[in-house]
């Protein structure tokens, strides 16, 4: 008999009972909203076999970790149902567009509406099938000899940079492929998605975490796939669509190239949008919205460069400054202050002050302390002159709320995230907020001095503001910035992976770094010292020629 732990409640079970009986039979839940477990808090499948004392908690769709898994289900059934019916359409998983992802065709196959209802119908079969997805691990040489015979470059240059002696290959029916990461039980798990041609692909739609068993509508993200499919076509010229073409760039030394490349699109990027305030007079202030971790700081430093370039000097203002008395902060749900909605900030003191300084006229501008709670006024003044634009960053930048007293000609958007375009391969993206989370982790170890555990746990709260107070108003830019450089995670890498290693295995933080240490394997590391001082990546790994 072992002893389990479940909600600080113990159990005495039988060796090898799995963790899936143990939730249905002992603990009773309903077991069909379940898609994993943690077990000394690492993920596992349901059916692992619990063979010693352990600590349990269970997976659903509402966790980081179980929309993950759902994803990664629901990409096996599609891919699985492309195979099936068409064969001869060779696809790729792009990239995330709100809760989809979007596939593309990479042949010259051009997709109909029957063709998606088709592929989406013999989904919703395999789902009722009810077919487990089965685990197989094969040593490095047969998962090789595997991805020769159907010449799949794409894996075999992952495999080739592996350290471990094996690999798992995932089979469902006759159809087989590796995932990253652990899958559901089975096909059952996977009721709720949509099908939908967009643009040259399809977009694959799967329920939000707060409604996990509806799917929304989509939203239009036009500029969003603009900003992606733009950096897409760029990775494709330098031959850098995946994780593996990367990695044989560093093998063979061309990664300074890349470097270079990479980072004259960016500054080349902030030149045109410098010019395109510099061409429309109106534009007297420059909002700068984004996810954290976007760069936001190197952004908007550069912008005033290439600004002055242009005779336009860049003043800046601070949201922080602009928060209400602590004692008048709304507070959330749960009692506590909500310090990013944006009824946190003196919306009437911001916009008179700012339509003040569109005026001509000079303002007591005010100062927020954040130990006392408390606006002071402590002298410092601003006046805007004919020369000059104000620059404002901040969460809530792209909200007209925020600056309703301004009329829309004189206000320029900019929409900044690291929108990851690279691939580990085909079928595996590598998200978005993965990488930002990776740059949080490196900036708050190295610059606050807050291990690892510390940001992962605050980091479904970040989320939670970003997916309320900035996503939804992504489109309503001028422009968007992407501040992803392809070679990035492979200059992350030898900075991040002690910090992640010093996550003890005993912190429920552990299983979100292990997943992130093991991710990051799939890449060489490369020396930073050709990355250029004034690199968005600087931000984090340091050593830039902004102050911090």
């Known amino acids: 008999m072992i002893e389990v732990k479940y909600n600080e409640n113990k159990y005495e079970l039988e060796e090898n009972t799995t963790a899936l009986e143990f939730a249905r039979i002992v603990l009773k839940l309903n077991v069909d909203e379940l898609l994993a477990c943690k077990v000394h808090n690492e993920v596992k499948a349901l059916d692992f076999k619990l063979n010693e004392n352990c600590t349990v908690e269970y997976i659903d769709y509402k966790t980081s970790d179980g929309s ?278 003196d919306l009437k003191l911001f916009n008179e002050q700012l339509s003040a300084l569109l005026n001509g006229e000079e303002v007591q501008l005010p100062t927020f302390d954040f130990h006392t709670g408390t606006r002071q006024y402590l002298g410092n003044t601003a006046k805007l002159n004919d020369d000059e634009v104000l620059v404002i960053e901040g969460i809530h930048g792209l909200n007209e709320r925020m600056t309703e007293a301004i009329p829309r000609k004189n206000k320029f958007k900019i929409y900044i995230s690291a929108l990851t375009v690279l691939n580990i391969d085909d079928y595996n993206r590598i998200s978005t907020t993965d990488s930002r989370l990776l740059r949080r982790m490196l900036r708050d170890s190295k610059y606050r001095s807050h291990p690892a555990t510390a940001t992962i746990k605050m980091w479904p709260s970040v989320r939670n503001g970003e997916e309320k107070y900035i996503f939804p108003f992504q489109e309503d830019a001028d422009v968007m910035f992407n501040s992803s450089l392809v070679y990035e995670l492979a200059a992350l890498k030898s900075y991040i992976e002690p910090v992640l290693a010093a996550v003890p295995n005993s912190a429920p933080e552990y299983s979100e770094a292990k997943r992130l240490y093991e991710f990051l394997g799939y890449f060489l590391p490369i020396e930073t010292k050709e990355i250029p001082i004034n690199s968005i990546i600087r931000e984090f790994i340091g050593d830039g020629c902004f102050y911090r």
């Open 68 to 345: 993950r898994i759902y994803v990664r289900g629901l990409t096996f059934i599609f891919l699985k149902a492309m195979e099936e019916l068409y064969p001869d359409v060779k696809m790729m998983m792009n990239y995330s567009l709100g809760h989809s992802l979007y596939c593309e065709v990479t042949n010259d196959v051009e997709l109909t509406e029957e063709m998606i209802e088709a592929i989406k119908a013999r989904m919703a079969e395999i789902v009722e099938m009810n077919l487990p997805f089965e685990k197989k691990v094969v040593s490095i040489e047969e998962a090789k000899q595997i991805y020769g015979d159907l010449n799949r470059q794409d894996k075999l240059g992952l495999l080739e940079n592996r350290m471990k002696s094996h690999v798992s290959i995932y089979y469902c029916g006759d159809t087989f492929n590796y995932f990253y990461g652990v899958m559901p039980l089975s096909t059952k798990y996977l009721k709720y998605f949509d099908v939908q041609k967009y643009e040259k692909g399809i977009l694959l739609i799967y329920p939000r975490r707060y409604n996990p068993t509806q799917i929304e509508k989509i939203k239009d993200t036009k500029k969003l796939y603009a900003t992606f499919d733009e950096y897409d076509k760029l990775h494709r010229i330098l031959d850098v669509g995946n994780v593996s073409e990367l990695n044989k760039h560093i093998k063979e030394g061309r990664i300074g190239d890349i470097i270079r490349i990479s980072e004259a699109l960016h500054e080349k990027k902030i030149a045109n949008i410098a010019d395109m305030i510099a061409a429309d007079k109106d534009k007297k202030i420059i909002l700068i919205a984004g996810p954290s971790s976007s760069g936001k700081t190197t952004f908007a430093q550069r912008l005033g460069i290439q600004l002055k370039v242009n005779g336009i000097k860049a003043v800046t203002l601070s949201m922080d400054n602009y928060f209400v008395n602590r004692e008048d902060n709304p507070k959330d749900e749960n009692g506590n202050y909500d310090f990013e909605c944006i009824e946190a900030l």
